[in-house]
């Protein structure tokens, strides 16, 4: 008699394993969401086909987590099936799509439709008196905080045609950006701070300095020259310095020096 009572007993179990399997899979179906992707250029709004994107789930400590993977198709289309999503769980959105940086999408709280903008921040390296594109050229993101102090936010080179794209998080909700890059090994090059989509050029070399004996008029080559900024006050403020080279030159980029 136990034995039938063990029986009936197990077999309850396993009914209730099953049930209990079958409502925790119809709970996870109904709290997954469709997120539908269209992955285009910011600037010229192009769509980028045939690239990966990452989803990544926010977690409670600021943290992510990769959950999912997807590639773009002709039209630059993809879509992700995420749990929790636009019922309190939060993801974010990763692609690589130019001079191989990381761009990031600001983070997604509900399903449906989102156009994931990339290259908001387009920039061209020039050099200021050739006027011939600067490539291989590394270039510094900078985020600009609340205090007015900058924090890091990426870093690149410059392609074949003196370019780079970076996708600056929540460029287009309010946060502002800058770039720095090397002047010719004479201090740095600033752009203006930007706050929006932009298409940038940034010239370097803007101020040319050329070093000669009076007497001999011959240029003097391995000379230190240093960069004052005059203040309103009347005081000088050292800006950079650099070597001239063996045509006895050197060139900075003094950040406003062409509105004066």
Do not use: C
Request: charged share 20%.
């Amino acid at each position: 008699m136990s034995y039938f009572k063990a029986l009936r007993k197990f077999s309850i179990y396993r009914v209730f394993l099953l049930l209990l399997t079958v409502l925790l899979t119809q709970t996870a179906y109904a709290a997954t969401s469709t997120l539908h992707v269209t992955l285009a250029n910011g600037i010229t709004g192009e769509t980028v086909p045939n690239l990966r994107i990452d989803a990544y789930e926010r977690l409670a400590d600021g943290s992510k987590q990769w959950r999912a993977k997807s590639t773009t198709d002709s039209q630059g289309a993809a879509a992700f099936e995420l749990e929790g999503l636009g019922a309190g769980q939060v993801y974010l959105l990763r692609s690589k799509p130019y001079n191989g940086i990381s761009a990031y999408s600001e983070d997604i709280d509900s399903g449906a439709d989102f156009s994931f903008k990339v290259g908001t921040l387009q920039l061209t390296l020039v050099d200021y008196l050739s006027q011939a594109t600067l490539t291989d050229t590394k270039v510094t993101l900078y985020k600009r905080l609340a205090d007015g102090s900058d924090k890091w936010a990426g870093s690149a080179r410059s392609d074949e045609s003196g370019m780079i794209r970076f996708t600056p998080v929540g460029l287009e909700n309010g946060e502002t950006y800058s770039v720095r890059t090397s002047s010719y090994g004479a201090g740095n090059a600033y752009s203006p701070v930007v706050s929006s989509v932009s298409d940038l050029t940034l010239e370097l070399g803007t101020l040319a300095v050329t070093v000669q004996d009076f007497f001999s008029q011959t240029a003097l080559a391995d000379a230190k020259v240093y960069l004052y900024r005059r203040e309103a006050d009347g005081s000088s403020k050292r800006m950079a310095s650099g070597t001239t080279d063996a045509a006895g030159l050197v060139r900075f980029t003094p950040f406003g020096i062409e509105q004066g």
